[in-house]
């Protein structure tokens, strides 16, 4: 079985900083892509960023500018350096990983963490 892990969500106020971690462990093969999505009150999950393994990056616009992503593939973990916070990034962050498992020969992208909430006040 595959795990995700995340840590480093918190409560914060507007203009603070924070790095959420994700770490994934278990049968691994080979991991393609991993990213973080989020999802505030109320609305649906969109994805902040993510990062393929030659280390090539996606950020939404919304945090273009102040989110980082990074990735130590040595570690199959993810990184996201959030600064200059605002109300508006309130949410659940979640890390997916776009990987293959040892014994099975497909990729898949359904591999998410439990979640890590960051709450962001004005």
């Known amino acids: 079985q595959v795990q995700l892990v995340e840590s480093g969500g918190g409560l914060v106020q507007a203009g603070a900083s924070l790095t959420l971690s994700c770490a994934a462990s278990?049968?691994?093969?080979?991991?393609?892509?991993m990213g973080w999505y989020r999802q505030g009150p109320g609305k649906q999950r969109e994805l902040v960023a993510d990062?393929?393994?030659?280390?090539?990056?996606h950020i939404a616009d919304s945090v273009k500018g102040r989110f980082t992503i990074s990735r130590d593939n040595a570690k199959n973990a993810v990184y996201l350096q959030m600064n200059n916070l605002k109300p508006e990034d309130t949410g659940v962050y979640y890390c997916n990983a776009d990987l293959r498992e040892r014994d099975r020969a497909y990729w898949g992208r359904d591999y998410w963490g439990q979640g890590t909430q960051v709450t962001v006040s004005s």
């Open positions: 278990g049968s691994i093969l080979s991991i393609r892509s």
């Open positions: 990062i393929i393994s030659g280390g090539s990056t």
